[in-house]
């Protein structure tokens, strides 16, 4: 349970002194305005919370961020080059017109926060702060509450028809004290299909919100490649909301970085949707990696699956917190969790806490959660057949993350990150 915000008045206050609270019209002010008291209310995340115990949270609140040196611009901004995509790129959370596509796109209504935060009508103020407002229960997500209220840009996606092509959100790191505050919003008609690709470090810190609302029969696809510097800090959010028969598929890659927390609340509000969220993380040195998610089912003949693997080597920790969440009437309900770490040496860890919820009698639900080290007797396999012990330990690594993978849809988006963990392992093996 989030401790009482009276128990840490300075450090809320530090934090939300240091940023203004950006002008615009009533609605946005409304918007948050609210998201401050939730935040007041709920208190900045402490190791005392429940779903902060294994992840210190002090770099991701303190006022500054903490100096990063700045990745390489070319680093990862290569990926999914051989894909058509509509590319739009921040730079330290600030928009680049320039190295940007013009903002257009078939069946999609593109804005930027800055712009429509001004203007007095607009679809976006029935969601904006919404989904995540709804997400804070049972779960806390105080980080998020303070983007909905301090987040002065980010992108508008109003799908009215399926595009011809995904949405590339590319973010660059370029100053060293960066601290990138983004949110997102993206609204599916009935029936439409969006695919929605991030990639990039994004800054020295970064806190990112993103609210997608599905409406009946849509379909969104999202594929997001965290690779970054060892010393980047980031907090991701992803709120989603679908109706009868929609589907929503997303897939997270992580390499490096010092703190990733990554969160997920999807809830599951019409007859027969299916939801299913995935990650491939791998770990090497002083790097922490934590996903929290919470799937919540309430209605009839829904569907999710939670698909994570992690690879932790040389003092790495990998965090898993799953939840599914059956309320009362969502019978005929399927769920599904795994978790698993595969620990290349003694120094590494993975927490793990799987939970079931259930108030419903009919219903198919499973979790397991493991880890362990390579298997010696495949590893013997391999040897043996001329492979060398380091290229042997590679292709076993890659063969316990591909449940994860296989979660992602496309077959040239599964090529496009499987390149990227083959990458990430060639390199580390020298």
Known sequence: MMALAQARPPLI??????LRLPDGAAWSMAARAEALDRLRAMGLPDRRDEYWK???????????APRTPVSDPAEGLDMFGDIDRLKIVFVDGIFDPVASDELALDGVQIERLAGAAQSHIHWVRDV??????RGQSPVARPLAALNTALASDGLLLHVSRSPSKPVNLIYVHNSETSDA??????????GVELTVLEHGPAAARFNQVMEVEIAAGATFHHVRNQESGHQQRAATHLFARLAAGSRFKSFTMTA???????????ELAGDEASAHVAGAALGDGNVHQDDTILITHDALRCESRQVFKKVLCNGATGVFQGKILVKPGAQKTDGYQISQALLLDEDSQFLAKPELEIYADDVICSHGSTSGAIDEDALYYLRARGIPRKLATDLLTLS??????????????RTEINARLEGWLARRRG
């Open 54 to 64: 294994f992840t210190r949270p002090d770099s991701l609140v303190q006022v500054d």
């Open 13 to 18: 206050d530090a934090r939300i002194a240091e």
């Open 128 to 133: 904006y702060g919404t989904l995540e407002a």
């Open 256 to 266: 490096n970085g010092v703190m990733t927390r990554n969160e997920c609340a999807i």
């Open 181 to 190: 505050i983004l949110h997102h919003v993206i609204r599916l008609d009935p």
């Open 400 to 413: 316990f993350l591909a449940e994860a993978v296989a979660e992602i849809d496309d077959e040239g988006l």
